[in-house]
């Protein structure tokens, strides 16, 4: 499958990717990554890149677009991809249109995880990440909590609230996302491709998207 996830933060984006990666060998791709990944490898686009994130600017899109294209060209992803929260504007998905149709790709689906504010609310501030950098495995003190409280069950280290999800924080990336990235719900409703999936269970989810491509 070749699909774009679209959803608030806090909507289980990330879960939902995972699961679809487990249902049919599509590879997961956000932004986040294939950045680190570029700068990891050292390759001119990474350099230029790391530049901008080192002086704390914001990584220019064209240049985002340039490393998407050759993440998208890459063997593993002949089996399928899913675009895990990109494009985020109006004008990374005009870029992600034009990108596509260059090198020969069709989307099968959008697939926009409908979560309600109380829900993204409630699992955001209630959500932890382990500290180690190198593990950052999440849990959440209702549904997840770790073994030993305040510490990983993987490596022990500290699992801490980010400071990116503390209520105030949190109302900020949703005021910020439904200004730059909810428009693009409308923008991908106008092409078709564009589902629905209204579901708190991640595993439905997959199933309905699984459904969506199938017809």
Do not use: W
């Not at 939902?16 to 599509?26: E, F, I, Q, R, Y």
């Not at 294939?34 to 990474?46: H, P, T």
């Not at 899913?82 to 004008?91: A, E, S």
């Amino acid at each position: 499958m070749r699909i774009v996830l679209l959803g608030a933060p806090g909507a289980g984006k990330g879960t939902v990717a995972k699961l679809l990666t487990a249902h049919d060998g599509s590879v997961q791709i956000s932004t986040g990554d294939i950045l680190r990944g570029a700068v990891k490898a050292g390759s001119e686009l990474g350099k230029t890149a790391k530049g901008f994130m080192e002086r704390g600017e914001l990584v220019p899109d064209s240049l985002i677009m340039e490393i998407m294209e050759v993440r998208l060209r890459e063997p593993d992803c002949q089996k399928g991809f899913i675009l895990d929260g990109f494009p985020r504007t109006i004008p990374q998905a005009e870029a992600l249109t034009k990108l596509l149709e260059k090198i020969g790709i069709k989307l099968d689906l959008v697939a926009n995880l409908d979560v309600s504010k109380e829900v993204v609310m409630d699992r955001l501030t209630t959500r932890r990440t382990c500290a180690n950098s190198d593990c950052q495995e999440i849990y959440n003190v209702k549904s997840k909590p770790s073994k030993v409280e305040g510490k990983c069950d993987k490596c022990g280290s500290p699992i801490v609230q980010r400071a990116d999800e503390t209520e105030e924080a949190i109302a900020k990336r949703l005021t910020t996302y439904n200004e730059m990235t909810s428009p693009l719900i409308d923008f991908y409703r106008k092409t078709g491709l564009l589902k629905d999936v209204s579901t708190l269970k991640s595993e439905e989810a997959v199933s309905k998207i699984a459904g969506f491509i199938k017809k």
